[in-house]
């Protein structure tokens, strides 16, 4: 168990829809990352915040976006929802020990039909 | 984003050694070399990272190059649940400190 925790574990949505990621992040830690998981597409980093405030952007659509709460957790919207969204997506955190080791969730299984 | 280079896939036998390589010739100074691997389903786990020293801890030895272009991720008896994909990332000290995975290498272990 890695500490950070995302539901839901599986979701079925329909084209055009909208849905919403969450992630809790390790106790403490203050860096969030969004991670997309396709079969064809490998890990794709999508965005991180830290402390609320955006860090970086990857290969983030547009019809994504995200944010990080004052209580740190972070949640993931993804709307307009085409077929080729189906994936897994990560959320991982980050503390303050040596080498500051990300830590991953299990992941949302994203289904679009 | 500086770049690593692994072998797509690897294969070994239960309780042998394992050496997975990695190429990272456009390493900064200060870029940890981080190896994490995903299990099938499930999100990617830290196995270890260095900086230029060799390292060891539960799961794994890290042996890094003297020019630290490339390293080796080490399993020392490996065991059915080391199957997995392996990733060597390079991650900046500063910054954002996002990780960019790569391909990977799919390790296979024969019983």
């Not at chain 1, 860096?31 to 402390?51: C, E, H, K, M, T």
């Not at chain 2, 390292?55 to 080490?74: F, G």
Request: charged share 15%.
């Amino acid at each position: 168990d890695s500490g950070v925790t995302q539901t839901p574990k599986h979701l079925i949505t329909a084209t055009g829809q909208r849905v919403t990621l969450r992630c809790s992040p390790r106790s403490g830690d203050l860096s969030v990352y969004w991670y997309q998981q396709s079969l064809d597409q490998g890990l794709q980093f999508l965005i991180q915040y830290y402390n609320g405030e955006e860090r970086a952007k990857g290969n983030i659509l547009e019809r994504f976006s995200a944010q990080q709460f004052p209580d740190l957790h972070s949640e993931l919207n993804l709307s307009s929802l085409e077929l080729g969204d189906s994936a897994l997506y990560f959320c991982a955190s980050t503390g303050t020990d040596s080498g500051n080791t990300i830590y991953f969730g299990e992941g949302s299984w994203l289904t679009v039909v | 984003d500086a770049k690593t280079t692994q072998p797509n896939s690897m294969e070994s036998n239960e309780e042998e050694p394992v050496h997975l390589p990695c190429n990272h010739s456009t390493i900064s100074g200060t870029d940890y070399i981080h190896w994490y691997r995903q299990l099938p389903s499930q999100g990617p786990e830290y196995v270890i990272h260095g900086l230029t020293s060799n390292v060891n801890n539960r799961m794994a030895s890290l042996a890094i190059a003297e020019d630290r272009k490339s390293s080796t991720l080490i399993l020392h008896r490996a065991t059915l649940r080391d199957a997995a994909v392996y990733y060597c990332i390079l991650r900046a000290a500063q910054g954002a400190q996002k990780l960019v995975f790569g391909q990977g290498t799919r390790l296979t272990i024969n019983p």
